[in-house]
């Protein structure tokens, strides 16, 4: 009888012993399984948190710069042989992402990367947005994001708050670009806000304060396209067919001009009597080119202009329409005005 009693005795303690045992082994099993899905999660979001941040474009944002070439690969191969000899409660020193406004930043030390402004172009009278085809087009292609604003003619106010609204729906930094009338638009919206970097004028009207657009024409008497002004019973202005070429885009090719004319968006009379309170130009830098065979604002008038409100300057041959006839001058004075 005490035999049977040891050998129960012993098939009991070699029992419980072996589920000791298995009862270790499923821990360690557990601790371990955690503790490889506490380090993926830690990857996961250190990749998260550093490296998936996109900027429009592609280009990956590594904290307060734009990820150098290799950068990426370079800080995840470090955090794989981290977390290879354990020290998976530790990541490589990076600078955590923030969101990076669309605005011009340098990434630090060698690799200098310029994050380009939004381009904002303002037609003038006659004209509208598509008329800056020819400018779109290789901005774009230089990396530049380019809108063209299609204002309505029919009042100054009207002109500048819809201009207002497409400057204030963009984020970072803002070159406003404009051409003829579409200079006294910009010299307006701009106005009181941070974001504007730069004016450009194209053969186009900088008014001061209290300025009409008229009392500008009359300062060096009337110019050749005022009589080509016809108005229609709505007292909004047409140019003579006839004559529009002559006038305001003489160095166009004739087809061009043709649909040109044809599609001329006519302008409210009453806006060259209507006036701004507060010029851009004054706490904005501006550039200004200067047209020297424009037949609608004179160039004693556009130089006027350009030296008073302190804009650097440059001059073409070219009629008023040089944005259509010389788009590549036109597209590097605006590109001057971007990196400046």
């Given at each position: 009888m005490a035999q049977f009693l040891e050998y129960l005795q012993n098939i009991f303690f070699r029992n419980v012993t072996l589920l000791l045992v298995v009862a270790v082994f499923l821990t360690t099993v557990c601790v371990i399984t955690l503790?490889?899905?506490?380090?993926?999660?830690?990857?996961?979001?250190?990749?998260?948190?550093h490296y998936t941040a996109l900027y429009p474009g592609g280009q990956r944002i590594c904290?307060?710069?734009?990820?150098?070439?290799?950068?990426?690969?370079?800080?995840q191969q470090a955090l794989s042989q981290s977390q290879m000899k354990g020290k998976t409660n530790t990541t490589p020193s990076a600078p955590q992402v923030q969101n990076v406004p669309q605005q011009t930043m340098q990434e630090n030390k060698s690799n200098s990367v310029l994050i380009k402004p939004t381009i904002i172009l303002v037609h003038g009278a006659w004209a509208d947005g598509t008329s800056w085809q020819h400018v779109i087009l290789p901005l774009e292609q230089d990396g530049y994001n380019v809108i063209a604003v299609n204002n309505p003619l029919t009042s100054l106010a009207d002109d500048i708050a819809m201009t207002k609204r497409v400057i204030d729906s963009q984020k970072g930094p803002i070159v406003l670009v404009g051409h003829s009338y579409g200079g006294a638009v910009i010299t307006g919206a701009a106005y009181n806000n941070t974001n504007v970097k730069a004016l450009v004028y194209v053969a186009a009207f900088a008014p001061d304060s209290n300025e009409t657009l008229g009392t500008l024409l009359d300062k060096f008497g009337p110019s050749p396209l005022l009589a080509a002004i016809v108005p229609d019973a709505s007292g909004f202005l047409y140019l003579d067919r006839s004559k529009f070429q002559e006038v305001f885009a003489k160095d166009v090719p004739d087809q061009e001009a043709l649909v040109m004319a044809a599609t001329q968006k006519p302008i409210n009379g009453p806006i060259f009597n209507q006036k701004i309170e507060n010029p851009a130009w004054k706490t904005i830098p501006s550039w200004y080119l200067v047209a020297k065979e424009d037949q609608a604002i004179k160039p004693e008038l556009q130089q006027f202009m350009a030296k008073r409100i302190n804009a650097k300057i440059s001059e073409i041959d070219a009629s008023h329409v040089a944005y259509i006839s010389h788009p590549k001058e036109v597209v590097k004075l605006i590109e001057e005005a971007a990196g400046s």
């Open positions: 503790h490889d899905a506490n380090a993926l999660t830690q990857r996961n979001n250190f990749n998260d948190n904290g307060d710069h734009i990820c150098g070439p290799g950068e990426y690969d370079q800080m």
